[in-house]
């Protein structure tokens, strides 16, 4: 190489790009914030507004939990719209949802019997829809399909609706519609499965591809595309039950909960009404003076707020603000037990 060649080369190689970011924001508005055709794939799963029906139904009320503010179904055409303006041509959608909130999406979407030759189905928003994929839910062992709550034939599996934007095949086309894997059994929202999403990303993608999950909740998403060499984009209002793996890209300011030691044992505040009356034990109204829900003239604005939400929502919304809003120095033990509440997902009985 000649020297008149060699000071051509540029003074620093270029940075790599971006590997992965992550932001405290409403999915709708993340979505917006983006460019048109800036992603390669979205992999999502809202918090769809039929867990409220599991929610309120007999023994499922049990045995699930109440983690997170729901989205509206009126929304979910938003978000495949935006989902379609933000993909790249010729690229993949692959939604997390359930039987109920799979029929309202087809419906909305105007999905009909009529297919196209290649056996798609046009959506309204412009995507096609391709077909329902399957989690099926095993054993830990993977041995078996291990069977969850309702009484019609027990819940053991999960739907994960297939889009696609223009064309784009498969990276392998051997891979069956139905994927087993046992539940992800980590703290959080409905965490799925890495061996499910990073199927879903290995068939969809390539390396250095961007992925896009606005509603992240512990990140398997992002742990996923890294451990693929996929460059991914991570969103949600609350990132408290983030993978410990990726709190160095959270905010500074993001309480990422799960990555912090909970020493307590867990312990659920009492009725809010109690809290605000006064009439609840001693130890509980010290923990809601010291959280700010009391002060010497009883309810604060914060704790008039909790007692607005909506019953159903309530639930969320005490667990949100103890595992969100940042402990103070010496707590009283009690209010540690609150957040440890909040972090575990056990539920009111
Ligand atoms: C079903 S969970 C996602 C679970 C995730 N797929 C995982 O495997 O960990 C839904 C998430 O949406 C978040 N969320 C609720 N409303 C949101 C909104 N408007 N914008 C962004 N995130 C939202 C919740 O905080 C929750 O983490």
Same mark, same amino acid.
């Given at each position: 190489?000649?020297?008149?060649?060699?000071?051509?080369?540029?003074?620093?190689?270029?940075?790599?790009?971006?590997?992965?970011?992550?932001?405290?924001?409403?999915?709708?508005?993340?979505?917006?914030?983006?460019?048109?055709?800036?992603?390669?794939?979205?992999?999502?799963?809202?918090?769809?507004?039929?867990?409220?029906?599991?929610?309120?139904?007999?023994?499922?009320?049990?045995?699930?939990?109440?983690?997170?503010?729901?989205?509206?179904?009126?929304?979910?055409?938003?978000?495949?719209?935006?989902?379609?303006?933000?993909?790249?041509?010729?690229?993949?959608?692959?939604?997390?949802?359930?039987?109920?909130?799979?029929?309202?999406?087809?419906?909305?979407?105007?999905?009909?019997?009529?297919?196209?030759?290649?056996?798609?189905?046009?959506?309204?928003?412009?995507?096609?829809?391709?077909?329902?994929?399957?989690?099926?839910?095993?054993?830990?062992?993977?041995?078996?399909?291990?069977?969850?709550?309702?009484?019609?034939?027990?819940?053991?599996?999960?739907?994960?609706?297939?889009?696609?934007?223009?064309?784009?095949?498969?990276?392998?086309?051997?891979?069956? /519609?139905? +994927?087993? $894997?046992? %539940? *992800?059994?980590?703290?959080?929202? #409905?965490?799925?499965?890495? !061996? @499910?999403?990073?199927? =879903?990303?290995?068939?969809?993608?390539?390396?250095?591809?961007?992925?896009?999950?606005?509603?992240?909740?512990?990140?398997?998403?992002?742990?996923?595309?890294?451990?693929?060499?996929?460059?991914?984009?991570?969103?949600?209002?609350?990132?408290?039950?983030?993978?410990?793996?990726?709190?160095?890209?959270?905010?500074?300011?993001?309480?990422?909960?799960?990555?912090?030691?909970?020493?307590?044992?867990?312990?659920?505040?009492?009725?809010?009404?109690?809290?605000?009356?006064?009439?609840?034990?001693? /130890?509980? +109204?010290? $923990?809601? %003076? *010291?959280?700010?829900?009391?002060? #010497?003239?009883?309810?604060? !604005? @914060?704790?008039?707020? =909790?007692?607005?939400?909506?019953?159903?929502?309530?639930?969320?919304?005490?667990?949100?603000?103890?595992?969100?809003?940042?402990?103070?120095?010496?707590?009283?033990?009690?209010?540690?037990?609150?957040?440890?509440?909040?972090?575990?997902?056990?539920?009111?009985?």
């Amino acid at each position: 190489m000649s020297e008149s060649n060699l000071l051509e080369l540029p003074f620093t190689a270029p940075p790599p790009p971006e590997p992965g970011r992550i932001v405290v924001s409403d999915a709708f508005e993340l979505l917006r914030s983006l460019a048109p055709e800036s992603v390669d794939l979205v992999v999502t799963d809202p918090p769809y507004e039929s867990l409220q029906i599991h929610r309120a139904r007999g023994t499922t009320t049990r045995l699930t939990t109440n983690w997170f503010a729901t989205v509206p179904n009126e929304r979910l055409p938003e978000l495949l719209r935006e989902t379609y303006r933000v993909l790249r041509p010729d690229r993949h959608f692959y939604l997390f949802c359930d039987e109920v909130t799979a029929d309202v999406i087809k419906q909305q979407q105007k999905v009909s019997a009529a297919r196209l030759p290649n056996g798609a189905r046009k959506c309204s928003c412009g995507l096609v829809y391709w077909k329902e994929i399957v989690w099926a839910k095993t054993t830990l062992d993977g041995g078996r399909i291990r069977g969850g709550t309702g009484y019609h034939y027990r819940a053991a599996s999960e739907r994960i609706l297939f889009f696609e934007k223009g064309k784009r095949a498969l990276n392998d086309l051997g891979i069956p /519609d139905v +994927l087993m $894997a046992p %539940r *992800a059994g980590v703290p959080g929202p #409905a965490v799925k499965p890495g !061996a @499910v999403v990073r199927t =879903l990303i290995a068939q969809s993608t390539a390396p250095g591809d961007l992925v896009l999950d606005p509603f992240c909740g512990s990140g398997v998403a992002g742990v996923e595309a890294r451990a693929l060499d996929r460059r991914f984009l991570l969103g949600d209002i609350d990132l408290a039950y983030l993978d410990p793996s990726l709190a160095a890209l959270a905010p500074h300011d993001a309480i990422v909960a799960r990555a912090a030691v909970v020493m307590e044992e867990p312990a659920e505040p009492p009725e809010l009404e109690a809290l605000a009356d006064a009439s609840a034990a001693e /130890d509980e +109204l010290d $923990a809601a %003076r *010291a959280c700010g829900w009391l002060d #010497a003239d009883g309810a604060t !604005a @914060v704790l008039d707020e =909790l007692l607005d939400v909506r019953p159903i929502e309530r639930e969320a919304a005490v667990r949100r603000f103890l595992r969100t809003e940042p402990p103070r120095p010496r707590e009283p033990d009690r209010l540690r037990a609150w957040r440890a509440w909040a972090l575990s997902g056990r539920r009111r009985s």
